[in-house]
Protein backbone atom coordinates (compact mmCIF):
# COMPACT_ATOMS: atom_id res chain seq x y z
CA UNK A 1 0.00 0.00 0.00
CA UNK A 2 0.78 3.49 -0.81
CA UNK A 3 2.08 5.77 2.21
CA UNK A 4 3.44 9.00 0.33
CA UNK A 5 3.38 11.71 2.21
CA UNK A 6 4.57 15.28 1.41
CA UNK A 7 4.72 18.63 3.44
CA UNK A 8 1.85 20.53 2.16
CA UNK A 9 0.92 24.35 2.99
CA UNK A 10 -2.46 24.78 4.27
CA UNK A 11 -1.86 28.78 5.30
CA UNK A 12 1.40 30.77 5.44
CA UNK A 13 4.12 28.92 7.26
CA UNK A 14 1.60 26.63 8.19
CA UNK A 15 1.78 22.81 6.85
CA UNK A 16 0.58 19.39 7.19
CA UNK A 17 2.37 15.99 6.74
CA UNK A 18 -0.71 13.71 5.52
CA UNK A 19 0.00 10.30 4.86
CA UNK A 20 -1.96 8.58 2.29
CA UNK A 21 -3.19 5.29 3.96
CA UNK A 22 -7.00 4.30 4.11
CA UNK A 23 -7.53 0.91 5.66
CA UNK A 24 -4.86 0.66 8.02
CA UNK A 25 -3.67 1.76 11.57
CA UNK A 26 -0.51 4.04 12.22
CA UNK A 27 0.03 6.69 9.63
CA UNK A 28 -0.79 10.20 11.99
CA UNK A 29 -1.12 13.78 10.48
CA UNK A 30 1.45 15.92 11.95
CA UNK A 31 1.45 19.77 11.40
CA UNK A 32 4.70 22.21 11.40
CA UNK A 33 4.73 26.00 12.12
CA UNK A 34 7.28 27.78 10.43
CA UNK A 35 7.37 31.85 12.16
CA UNK A 36 10.42 34.09 11.70
CA UNK A 37 12.75 32.57 14.28
CA UNK A 38 10.99 29.32 15.70
CA UNK A 39 9.21 26.15 14.34
CA UNK A 40 6.82 23.76 16.13
CA UNK A 41 6.00 20.80 14.95
CA UNK A 42 2.35 18.79 15.71
CA UNK A 43 3.04 15.46 16.75
CA UNK A 44 5.36 12.97 14.93
CA UNK A 45 5.13 9.71 13.07
CA UNK A 46 5.14 6.35 14.37
CA UNK A 47 8.50 5.31 13.82
CA UNK A 48 12.24 7.06 12.86
CA UNK A 49 12.67 6.39 9.59
CA UNK A 50 8.90 7.90 9.02
CA UNK A 51 10.23 11.01 11.37
CA UNK A 52 13.37 11.66 9.62
CA UNK A 53 11.73 11.32 6.30
CA UNK A 54 8.96 14.34 7.56
CA UNK A 55 12.38 16.50 9.33
CA UNK A 56 14.17 15.98 5.57
CA UNK A 57 10.97 17.12 3.90
CA UNK A 58 10.72 20.15 6.43
CA UNK A 59 14.14 21.07 5.79
CA UNK A 60 13.55 23.32 2.84
CA UNK A 61 10.40 25.77 5.09
CA UNK A 62 12.85 25.57 7.36
CA UNK A 63 16.39 26.66 6.20
CA UNK A 64 19.56 27.10 7.46
CA UNK A 65 18.63 29.04 10.31
CA UNK A 66 15.59 27.78 12.19
CA UNK A 67 14.67 24.14 13.42
CA UNK A 68 12.32 22.33 15.50
CA UNK A 69 12.05 23.86 19.32
CA UNK A 70 8.80 22.26 20.19
CA UNK A 71 6.58 19.59 19.47
CA UNK A 72 2.68 19.43 20.63
CA UNK A 73 1.44 16.18 21.15
CA UNK A 74 -2.05 15.82 20.82
CA UNK A 75 -2.22 12.58 22.87
CA UNK A 76 -0.06 9.68 24.22
CA UNK A 77 -0.43 6.76 21.65
CA UNK A 78 2.62 6.21 19.79
CA UNK A 79 1.69 6.63 16.71
CA UNK A 80 1.65 10.36 17.09
CA UNK A 81 4.68 10.45 19.28
CA UNK A 82 7.39 7.36 19.02
CA UNK A 83 9.14 9.70 16.68
CA UNK A 84 10.59 12.08 19.13
CA UNK A 85 13.70 10.25 19.64
CA UNK A 86 14.66 11.90 16.38
CA UNK A 87 14.38 15.32 17.89
CA UNK A 88 16.74 15.33 20.63
CA UNK A 89 16.50 18.65 22.93
CA UNK A 90 12.94 19.63 22.13
CA UNK A 91 10.57 21.00 24.58
CA UNK A 92 7.64 19.00 24.40
CA UNK A 93 4.30 20.24 25.22
CA UNK A 94 1.49 17.49 26.34
CA UNK A 95 -1.86 17.65 28.71
CA UNK A 96 -1.33 16.55 32.60
CA UNK A 97 -3.34 13.47 31.96
CA UNK A 98 -0.78 12.58 29.03
CA UNK A 99 1.68 10.91 31.60
CA UNK A 100 -1.08 8.87 33.42
CA UNK A 101 -2.40 8.06 30.20
CA UNK A 102 1.50 6.99 28.87
CA UNK A 103 1.00 4.19 31.93
CA UNK A 104 -1.47 2.27 29.44
CA UNK A 105 0.43 2.38 26.12
CA UNK A 106 2.42 -0.51 25.14
CA UNK A 107 6.03 0.01 24.84
CA UNK A 108 8.10 0.25 21.62
CA UNK A 109 9.71 -3.16 22.61
CA UNK A 110 6.23 -4.69 23.12
CA UNK A 111 4.66 -3.32 20.03
CA UNK A 112 7.92 -5.09 18.28
CA UNK A 113 7.16 -8.12 19.57
CA UNK A 114 3.39 -8.19 18.83
CA UNK A 115 3.71 -7.30 15.86
CA UNK A 116 6.13 -10.15 14.39
CA UNK A 117 2.94 -12.45 13.87
CA UNK A 118 1.34 -15.12 15.57
CA UNK A 119 0.67 -18.59 15.08
CA UNK A 120 -0.86 -19.12 11.89
CA UNK A 121 -4.56 -18.72 11.94
CA UNK A 122 -4.33 -16.52 15.18
CA UNK A 123 -6.77 -13.83 15.00
CA UNK A 124 -4.55 -10.65 17.23
CA UNK A 125 -0.96 -12.00 15.77
CA UNK A 126 -2.23 -12.20 12.18
CA UNK A 127 -3.93 -8.50 12.26
CA UNK A 128 -0.97 -6.74 14.32
CA UNK A 129 1.71 -7.99 11.60
CA UNK A 130 -1.05 -6.67 8.87
CA UNK A 131 -1.15 -3.49 10.00
CA UNK A 132 1.73 -2.40 12.26
CA UNK A 133 4.29 -4.95 10.75
CA UNK A 134 5.29 -2.08 8.33
CA UNK A 135 6.75 0.03 11.35
CA UNK A 136 10.40 -0.39 12.88
CA UNK A 137 10.08 -0.65 16.72
CA UNK A 138 13.11 -0.89 17.55
CA UNK A 139 16.04 2.01 18.65
CA UNK A 140 12.51 3.80 19.88
CA UNK A 141 12.27 5.09 23.78
CA UNK A 142 9.21 6.72 25.26
CA UNK A 143 10.13 10.50 25.44
CA UNK A 144 7.54 12.22 27.89
CA UNK A 145 6.52 15.62 28.04
CA UNK A 146 8.88 18.29 29.79
CA UNK A 147 6.04 21.15 30.03
CA UNK A 148 2.52 19.92 30.77
CA UNK A 149 -0.48 21.85 31.51
CA UNK A 150 -4.51 20.82 32.15
CA UNK A 151 -7.18 23.02 30.60
CA UNK A 152 -5.95 25.73 27.78
CA UNK A 153 -2.59 26.91 26.90
CA UNK A 154 -2.34 29.83 25.26
CA UNK A 155 1.44 30.20 23.49
CA UNK A 156 3.01 32.69 21.37
CA UNK A 157 5.42 31.39 18.75
CA UNK A 158 6.72 34.95 17.12
CA UNK A 159 3.29 36.51 17.45
CA UNK A 160 1.03 33.40 15.95
CA UNK A 161 -1.37 32.79 18.79
CA UNK A 162 -1.97 28.73 19.12
CA UNK A 163 -3.98 27.74 21.52
CA UNK A 164 -4.04 24.24 23.17
CA UNK A 165 -7.02 22.74 24.72
CA UNK A 166 -7.96 19.54 27.06
CA UNK A 167 -10.40 17.28 25.22
CA UNK A 168 -9.43 14.14 26.96
CA UNK A 169 -10.72 11.48 28.25
CA UNK A 170 -12.14 11.27 24.98
CA UNK A 171 -9.94 9.04 22.04
CA UNK A 172 -7.60 8.47 25.14
CA UNK A 173 -6.76 10.16 28.86
CA UNK A 174 -4.83 13.03 27.49
CA UNK A 175 -5.78 14.65 24.81
CA UNK A 176 -5.59 18.04 23.25
CA UNK A 177 -6.39 19.74 20.01
CA UNK A 178 -3.99 22.73 18.96
CA UNK A 179 -5.80 25.95 17.46
CA UNK A 180 -4.66 28.03 14.88
CA UNK A 181 -6.91 31.22 14.79
CA UNK A 182 -5.47 33.30 12.30
CA UNK A 183 -5.03 30.70 9.86
CA UNK A 184 -8.58 28.97 10.82
CA UNK A 185 -6.97 25.81 11.00
CA UNK A 186 -7.30 22.68 14.00
CA UNK A 187 -5.34 19.72 14.45
CA UNK A 188 -7.78 17.76 15.70
CA UNK A 189 -5.45 14.71 16.83
CA UNK A 190 -7.40 11.47 16.98
CA UNK A 191 -10.68 13.25 18.12
CA UNK A 192 -10.91 12.99 14.49
CA UNK A 193 -10.43 10.44 12.17
CA UNK A 194 -11.53 10.68 8.01
CA UNK A 195 -11.90 7.95 5.76
CA UNK A 196 -12.17 4.90 8.13
CA UNK A 197 -14.22 4.39 11.21
CA UNK A 198 -12.38 5.68 14.14
CA UNK A 199 -11.16 4.26 17.00
CA UNK A 200 -11.88 5.63 20.66
CA UNK A 201 -10.21 4.02 23.82
CA UNK A 202 -11.25 6.16 26.56
CA UNK A 203 -14.33 7.61 25.95
CA UNK A 204 -17.20 8.21 26.51
CA UNK A 205 -18.58 9.50 22.83
CA UNK A 206 -19.91 11.87 24.47
CA UNK A 207 -16.93 13.53 25.50
CA UNK A 208 -15.42 13.09 21.73
CA UNK A 209 -18.60 14.87 20.72
CA UNK A 210 -17.74 17.48 22.47
CA UNK A 211 -14.23 18.17 21.70
CA UNK A 212 -15.81 18.22 18.16
CA UNK A 213 -18.22 21.03 18.83
CA UNK A 214 -15.88 23.24 20.38
CA UNK A 215 -13.50 22.14 17.32
CA UNK A 216 -16.47 23.42 15.34
CA UNK A 217 -17.60 26.50 17.84
CA UNK A 218 -13.75 27.95 16.51
CA UNK A 219 -15.05 28.65 13.36
CA UNK A 220 -12.24 27.10 11.88
CA UNK A 221 -12.05 25.93 8.09
CA UNK A 222 -9.43 23.38 8.45
CA UNK A 223 -9.75 20.84 10.15
CA UNK A 224 -6.47 18.58 10.49
CA UNK A 225 -7.77 14.86 11.62
CA UNK A 226 -5.53 12.50 13.33
CA UNK A 227 -5.36 10.19 10.33
CA UNK A 228 -6.77 10.51 6.59
CA UNK A 229 -7.69 13.40 4.85
CA UNK A 230 -8.38 17.15 5.85
CA UNK A 231 -11.98 18.18 6.69
CA UNK A 232 -14.04 21.21 6.84
CA UNK A 233 -16.69 22.53 8.76
CA UNK A 234 -19.13 20.08 6.65
CA UNK A 235 -17.17 17.27 7.20
CA UNK A 236 -16.33 17.24 10.80
CA UNK A 237 -20.48 17.69 11.14
CA UNK A 238 -20.91 14.13 9.38
CA UNK A 239 -18.38 12.83 11.87
CA UNK A 240 -20.48 13.75 14.79
CA UNK A 241 -23.46 12.30 13.69
CA UNK A 242 -21.94 9.19 12.76
CA UNK A 243 -20.34 9.38 16.74
CA UNK A 244 -23.91 10.38 17.39
CA UNK A 245 -25.41 7.05 15.67
CA UNK A 246 -22.51 4.86 17.39
CA UNK A 247 -23.39 6.09 20.91
CA UNK A 248 -27.43 6.15 20.06
CA UNK A 249 -27.40 2.44 18.94
CA UNK A 250 -24.96 1.41 21.83
CA UNK A 251 -27.36 2.95 24.38
CA UNK A 252 -30.37 1.10 22.60
CA UNK A 253 -28.55 -2.67 22.01
CA UNK A 254 -27.29 -2.40 25.76
CA UNK A 255 -30.65 -1.81 27.08
CA UNK A 256 -31.95 -4.55 25.11
CA UNK A 257 -29.94 -6.75 26.42
CA UNK A 258 -27.11 -7.06 23.35
CA UNK A 259 -23.49 -7.98 24.80
CA UNK A 260 -21.30 -5.65 23.08
CA UNK A 261 -19.67 -7.73 20.50
CA UNK A 262 -22.44 -8.82 19.39
CA UNK A 263 -23.93 -4.82 19.04
CA UNK A 264 -19.99 -4.58 17.06
CA UNK A 265 -21.20 -6.96 14.43
CA UNK A 266 -25.07 -5.32 14.19
CA UNK A 267 -23.33 -1.76 13.69
CA UNK A 268 -21.19 -3.33 11.10
CA UNK A 269 -23.89 -5.59 9.45
CA UNK A 270 -26.30 -2.89 8.96
CA UNK A 271 -24.14 -1.47 6.06
CA UNK A 272 -24.31 2.15 7.18
CA UNK A 273 -20.99 4.71 6.17
CA UNK A 274 -20.04 1.52 3.84
CA UNK A 275 -16.98 3.84 2.40
CA UNK A 276 -15.36 3.82 5.89
CA UNK A 277 -12.61 1.25 5.69
CA UNK A 278 -11.98 -0.69 9.11
CA UNK A 279 -15.32 -1.76 10.33
CA UNK A 280 -13.42 -4.27 13.04
CA UNK A 281 -12.62 -0.77 15.09
CA UNK A 282 -16.08 -0.84 16.05
CA UNK A 283 -15.92 -3.38 18.61
CA UNK A 284 -13.42 -1.10 20.25
CA UNK A 285 -15.12 2.19 20.22
CA UNK A 286 -18.63 -0.02 21.19
CA UNK A 287 -16.77 -1.65 24.23
CA UNK A 288 -15.73 2.30 25.37
CA UNK A 289 -18.93 2.84 25.59
CA UNK A 290 -20.28 0.37 27.18
CA UNK A 291 -17.96 0.15 29.55
CA UNK A 292 -19.32 3.51 30.22
CA UNK A 293 -22.94 2.56 30.19
CA UNK A 294 -22.18 0.55 32.81
CA UNK A 295 -20.14 2.12 34.98
CA UNK A 296 -17.32 -0.13 34.40
CA UNK A 297 -14.07 1.63 35.82
CA UNK A 298 -11.54 -0.93 35.56
CA UNK A 299 -8.74 0.11 33.10
CA UNK A 300 -9.35 -1.45 29.72
CA UNK A 301 -7.49 -3.85 28.69
CA UNK A 302 -5.92 -2.42 24.98
CA UNK A 303 -4.65 -5.35 23.32
CA UNK A 304 -7.77 -7.63 24.26
CA UNK A 305 -9.94 -4.76 22.52
CA UNK A 306 -7.21 -5.38 19.57
CA UNK A 307 -7.88 -9.11 20.01
CA UNK A 308 -11.96 -8.64 19.24
CA UNK A 309 -11.19 -6.39 16.34
CA UNK A 310 -8.50 -9.02 14.79
CA UNK A 311 -11.43 -11.58 15.28
CA UNK A 312 -13.92 -9.66 12.76
CA UNK A 313 -11.59 -8.85 10.79
CA UNK A 314 -9.91 -11.98 10.28
CA UNK A 315 -13.46 -13.87 9.69
CA UNK A 316 -14.44 -11.02 7.43
CA UNK A 317 -11.01 -11.44 5.26
CA UNK A 318 -12.01 -15.39 5.81
CA UNK A 319 -15.13 -14.82 4.67
CA UNK A 320 -14.73 -12.83 1.40
CA UNK A 321 -11.75 -15.08 0.42
CA UNK A 322 -14.83 -17.99 0.47
CA UNK A 323 -16.46 -15.90 -2.19
ZN1 LIG B 1 -3.51 7.81 15.88
Same mark, same amino acid.
Given at each position: MSEEARLTAVADG????????????????????????? =???VDT??? #?????? #??? =???? &? #?GPDRSIGTVLLTHSNGDHSYGLPALPGVEVIGTEAYLHAL????????????TRGGAPGEATGWYLAKHFGRYDFTGLEIVPPTRVFSGELDLDVDGTPVRLTQAGPAHTDGDLWVHLPEQGVVFAGDLVFAGDHPVHWAGPLASVIDGCER????????? &???????????? #??????????? =??????LRLGGIPAQDAALRLIDSGRYPELGLPERLAITVATEYRHLSGDQDTPDLVGLVGAAARIALARAEAAAAL
Open positions: LFVWCPEGRGTWGLANCGLLVTEAQ =AVLPYD #LPRTRR #LLA =AAEP &V #LDHEPTPEQMHLLILGTGAEVI &VPGHGPLLGPAG #LRDYVDYLSWV =AERCRV
